[in-house]
């Protein structure tokens, strides 16, 4: 497991499991399976996502809710995409099957939570 030994201040629960470090913006989080992950959107930011391990869907959706695209994400060498770049203001959410999935997320701003 990629994670295996990273100090505890470096995850804390979140839902899922969601990293945490001393830079705002720039994590390294861990889900677990089934967790729910409510949609959110950075209003005013764009966010980068790199898979590390493990699969998971990454679903967009519009102001009203409506389902605007669902992409499959998997580590590198996988043959699903390995990273995602979201646009500032673009509702999403991550739902994964596996045990565990592991991806670093690099953001600056504010979060808007969903309904």
């Not at 861990?30 to 005013?44: A, I, K, M």
């Not at 869907?57 to 499959?72: C, E, H, S």
Request: proline share 4%; glycine share 14%; hydrophobic share 40%.
């Amino acid at each position: 497991m990629i994670l295996a030994g990273l100090n505890q201040d470096f995850a804390k629960h979140y839902g899922s499991v969601c990293g945490y470090a001393p830079i705002p913006g720039l994590m390294i989080i861990v889900h677990d399976r089934g967790g729910f992950l409510q949609p959110y959107r950075h209003p005013h930011k764009d966010e980068f996502l790199l898979v590390l391990e493990g699969e998971a869907l990454a679903v967009f959706f519009d102001d009203v809710g409506a389902l605007r695209d669902v992409i499959v994400l998997g580590a590198s060498g996988s043959g699903k995409h390995f990273y995602n770049r979201r646009s500032a203001g673009v509702w999403h959410t991550l739902g994964n099957s596996e045990r565990y999935f592991h991806f670093y997320e690099n953001y600056s701003g504010d979060i808007q939570p969903g309904g």
